[in-house]
């Protein structure tokens, strides 16, 4: 590519005819023409070898083209085609130096490169200047004539929607007047497109259908080169705004835009040296086509690589981001304008339709940053519902309406922070996504319902076992026969109060009815079965109450004091109370009754477990109330302890508590027999009648009052020690054996505990001699001692 005095230039097509596109491509990021659009014109010139076309072209657009030098001689100067930016001309104009025609270096029957670079000149170019000599017009061997043949045979190869402008230009004009000159020129013009063969379509079709003829002249610039000069700068103000309507190039049907110009150039001369037929509007069609889809990869190439895309690509991934539809609408809506801009010029139809094709791949591209965004929404509004409605419920608002004000409040949110992540290009629908919302947030609140229902009833089910279990469990412990009566109303009571709140809590859930009763009815259920597995409970340990109620009843009296047995209580009336209210407690404890409806099991119980059960006495086995396994008038489900386990039971109680009464009897006996040891009250009156004479004998001499006194306090100090009465407790034989070992080392230890203590006393008062009395007073003194000693040893 050459630049000097500001002009750029590049050698396009060699004379090998080979397209230079490194050069091109070079050439148009030079001079910008990419930026240039539609606004841009392509001038050609072709004629006769060293006729002076590079000259002509210096002068009138400033180029810098090599000229033959005259001084050598003519020789082929411009070989292949040659393309330079014109100077100073808008809009962007651009020209082409083909290689002249009628050269001796190519032969004369070379003519393919001819009009193959005519064909390709008038196929690119807008306006075509005919260089030919002033000298051939009217000849009919004249150096041009070839030339305008090969313009229209190539025509007709070249379907073009546009018509080309032919600027023929005079050189070296003579003194004839160029008013006489033209008519004879377009005269010959009209002979030679006459004679040139035409397809059937275009056989009369006139020349003005393709080309707008135009006809100047220039003066010889080797003879008058300044007229030269100044006809050139006139001819110069034509190319100024030469695309605008009425202007040379003022058909701009089927332009191709600037930044499609190398590809379409390198094309057509492809096609054209293939030596097929050029279509020029299929051949914009595929310009166009290629040209958008190299913009629209580079606008898509350019999206990735977009540095706002990717920081919200990477943001989606890990939090909602505000704006987000925004944002991202606005990065596409940039992309797809500089495609606009880029591919403005090209065909409507093909940029149309590449343009619908890089937005529905932009779309692709950003639809899961999209679907993430929603995704983020969605779980992030779920997770501020969750919280939300747990701190609406800790408010003490009703469940139902928190449900349902948390759910329109939140689901609006979605809705409007969805509305903020549309993206304006896509018309995508968000409605799955919030419907999988509602589904989550509708599963939410069925599983915290469900919880809370839990958490009532849970509450009220402890309520009623704590309210229930313990005073069944007493009112079952002493039973009596108001005892399922007082249960039933204990369980009327707590059950009503239970349902008064828990139909106050479910309130706040707006169940539907039927719902409601279930869990009341459950509710109800749940107490009735405390109370059953509490009587099941204590029904299992029957037995044991039993016995602590006869042991309690028989061992104790009225006033909860240990008996103690005198001889003097009724052993078989205690006996029979405290069975009594044994057989009481079973007869309660045999069934439920938590209805009030009359039974006879205590009846039944009584009339054969008592002592006057004459079936059981007699054996009568046929007779027997208890021979079955229910109860009449009682179902099997509320039957506790069925009949023969009652018999069974009874029994078993009967053998466990005998050994108490056997005891009983036995410690009354043992306590009359030590209570017997004075003589009956006939003998006390006999020995009083018999022993008058002695007793009188007795108060005559009081000296055997005191030997008396004194051995009645040496027997009553041996019945001390030796515990008699203790020792005749246990029976009269056991009393005697022991006794008979005590007796000896007793009497051995009595004596000479006396003896010491008159030794003390002897030893006390040395110079005194104590009367008989005294003496007898003081042994009476020993003796109590003596037995004071034995005693706490």
């Excluded at 070898?49 to 003519?74: I, P, V």
């Excluded at 003579?174 to 004679?195: A, G």
């Excluded at 993206?423 to 996504?433: E, G, N």
Aim: proline share 4%.
């Amino acid at each position: 590519m050459d630049k000097s005095d500001g002009c750029c230039s590049t050698h396009l097509i060699d004379g090998d005819g080979v397209f230079n596109v490194a050069g091109v491509e070079n050439f148009i990021k030079e001079v910008k023409l990419a930026d240039c659009g539609l606004s841009y014109a392509i001038v050609s010139i072709m004629g006769p070898q060293s006729s002076g076309k590079s000259t002509l072209l210096n002068h009138l657009f400033g180029t810098n083209f090599r000229e033959m030098d005259a001084y050598k001689g003519r020789s082929q100067t411009t070989k292949g085609i040659w393309m330079a930016r014109c100077v100073g001309i808008e809009p962007c104009t651009l020209v082409m130096d083909l290689e002249g025609t009628d050269g001796r270096e190519r032969g004369e029957d070379d003519t393919t490169f001819e009009k193959q670079s005519a064909l390709f000149a008038l196929a690119v170019s807008d306006i075509v200047l005919i260089n030919m000599w002033c000298h051939d017009i009217g000849r009919e061997q004249a150096a041009n004539k070839p030339l305008l043949k090969t313009v229209f045979q190539v025509m007709m190869r070249l379907f073009s929607p546009r018509k080309t402008t032919l600027m023929f230009v005079i050189r070296d004009k003579t003194r004839t007047p160029l008013e006489n000159l033209e008519p004879v020129l377009r005269e010959d013009i009209q002979k030679i497109w006459d004679s040139v063969p035409k397809p059937q379509a275009h056989e009369e079709t006139p020349l003005s259908e393709f080309f707008n003829v135009e006809v100047v002249a220039l003066s010889s610039y080797e003879e008058k080169e300044e007229q030269f000069k100044e006809q050139v700068a006139s001819l110069r103000q034509q190319f100024f705004h030469s695309i605008a309507p009425g202007g040379l190039a003022g058909d701009r049907r089927g332009v191709v835009p600037a930044s499609g110009f190398s590809f379409s150039a390198q094309h057509m001369w492809e096609v054209i040296k293939e030596n097929r037929d050029l279509d020029l509007p299929a051949h914009k069609v595929m310009v166009a086509t290629v040209r958008c889809e190299e913009i629209a990869h580079e606008k898509y190439d350019s999206f990735t690589a977009n540095e706002g895309w990717c920081q919200l690509k990477e943001a989606v991934q890990s939090h909602p981001v505000g704006g987000f539809g925004k944002k991202l609408s606005s990065i596409l809506n940039t992309c797809l304008s500089e495609y606009d801009a880029e591919a403005t010029f090209f065909d409507e139809g093909v940029r149309s339709t590449k343009r619908k094709q890089l937005e529905e791949k932009l779309l692709q591209l950003v639809q899961p940053a999209y679907q993430s965004m929603l995704g983020r929404i969605r779980s992030d509004t779920l997770e501020r519902f969750k919280e939300a409605f747990d701190k609406e419920l800790k408010g003490g608002i009703g469940f139902a309406m928190a449900a349902h004000e948390c759910t329109v409040s939140f689901m609006s949110q979605f809705d409007e922070e969805c509305a903020d992540a549309v993206i304006d290009q896509a018309k995508w629908d968000s409605s799955r996504v919030r419907d999988k919302l509602k589904r989550d947030i509708d599963a939410h609140i069925a599983e915290i319902r469900t919880a809370k229902l839990a958490e009532v009833t849970t509450l009220y089910e402890t309520k009623l076992n704590d309210a229930l279990a313990g005073p069944v469990e007493g009112l079952l412990d002493g039973a009596a026969d108001d005892t399922w009566p007082a249960i039933r109303k204990l369980l009327q009571r707590e059950t009503d109060s239970a349902l008064a709140g828990f139909s106050a809590s479910l309130s706040g859930f707006e169940m539907d009815e039927q719902t409601r009763e279930n869990m009341v009815l459950r509710l109800k259920d749940y107490a009735r079965g405390v109370v059953e597995v509490k009587a099941k409970e204590e029904a299992g340990r029957v037995l044991i109450r039993m016995k602590d109620r006869f042991s309690m009843l028989f061992s104790y009296d009225s006033d909860s004091m240990p008996r103690v047995w005198t001889g003097k209580e009724n052993i078989r009336a205690i006996t029979k109370t405290a069975r009594s209210a044994s057989l009481k407690l079973l007869s309660v404890m045999a069934a439920i009754r938590l209805e009030d409806e009359r039974d006879s099991i205590e009846n039944t119980l009584a009339v054969a477990l008592s002592d006057g059960g004459a079936s059981t006495k007699k054996g009568i086995a046929s007779l027997d109330p208890l021979a079955s396994s229910t109860w009449n008038e009682v179902s099997a489900s509320k039957t506790l302890i069925t009949p023969i386990q009652c018999k069974s039971l009874w029994k078993q109680f009967n053998t466990e508590t005998e050994y108490i009464v056997t005891q009983a009897i036995a410690a009354q006996e043992a306590s009359r027999r030590n209570n017997n040891w004075l003589p009956p009250p006939w003998a006390v009156v006999a020995l009083l009648i018999l022993g008058f004479n002695e007793f009188m004998t007795l108060l005559r001499n009081p000296l055997y009052l005191g030997v008396i006194f004194v051995a009645f306090l040496l027997v009553k100090a041996l019945w001390v020690q030796l515990d008699i009465s203790g020792e005749f407790r246990n029976g009269a034989l056991p009393g005697l054996l022991s006794l008979s070992t005590k007796f000896l080392p007793t009497v051995t230890n009595l004596l000479r505990r006396l003896a010491e203590a008159g030794q003390r006393k002897v030893n006390n008062e040395p110079q005194h001699n104590p009367t008989p009395a005294s003496k007898s007073f003081h042994g009476t003194i020993a003796s109590s001692e003596v037995t004071s000693e034995n005693r706490g040893e």
